[in-house]
């Protein structure tokens, strides 16, 4: 079964490694697809309860992109070079018996992203 939580941020950056107008400082909307492969638990149906996923979510990655400056985080901060940020901070987190992060989608415009898994 395959869990699935979409979410929205805001954060702007530039490609200082890039030879054309991304270079210069620009934002987006980002578009962030979270999901999770597992089998519902027993004890509660659930692979992972929606509200968990979003707080986990949150607090490992929204917290620090949204209405950002990204490069101050992710210095060369393309689609993909953030997803897998995201990824790393995600997957221990949603580690369990159960469940794992299955992949994420990150979304620079409405038809630009990126698919990321391992």
């Not at 580690?95 to 990150?106: A, D, F, T």
């Amino acid at each position: 079964m395959l869990l699935i939580k979409k979410f929205t941020f805001d954060a702007a950056h530039n490609l200082a490694a890039y030879k054309g107008k991304c270079e210069r400082l620009h934002g987006h909307t980002y578009q962030l697809v979270v999901k999770l492969e597992g089998k519902p638990a027993k004890s509660d149906g659930m692979v992972m309860d929606f509200c968990e996923m979003k707080e986990i979510v949150a607090r490992l990655a929204l917290d620090k992109l949204d209405h950002s400056y990204i490069n101050e985080v992710i210095p060369q901060s393309t689609a993909e070079n953030i997803a897998g940020w995201i990824w790393d901070r995600l997957e221990p987190a949603f580690r369990s018996k159960n469940r794992r992060l299955r992949e994420i989608e990150l979304w620079e415009t409405a038809d630009s992203g990126v698919i990321f898994s391992r």
